[in-house]
């Protein structure tokens, strides 16, 4: 299964709208790569601002295939990927 970079903002805001108790249009997403760092996002809510890395992402997206797809993975099962944007693969 391919997760698209829209997929991957989508769980980072869920799962961040939760934690804050917000909702999920609160929240701005930018994902980033480097060679240094990999793979992270920069969020925006309710005006700050923080840095996730990879674990983080991976966490929401194992909580946004939880919660929306109704599908149990696992971090092991996922794999971000930088192709013409950032994606996801998981493997079911």
Not at 16 to 44: C, L, N, Y
């Amino acid at each position: 299964m391919k997760l698209t970079e829209q997929d991957i903002i989508n769980a980072v805001c869920l799962n961040i709208a939760d934690r804050k108790q917000i909702q999920p249009t609160q929240v701005e997403v930018e994902m980033m790569w480097d060679e240094d760092h990999g793979f992270s996002a920069e969020v925006h809510a309710e005006g700050r601002s923080q840095v996730l890395i990879a674990a983080n992402l991976l966490e929401a997206i194992e909580r946004f295939l939880y919660t929306q797809q109704n599908m149990r993975v696992f971090r092991d099962q996922i794999r971000l990927e930088l192709e013409d944007e950032i994606v996801a693969y998981v493997a079911v």
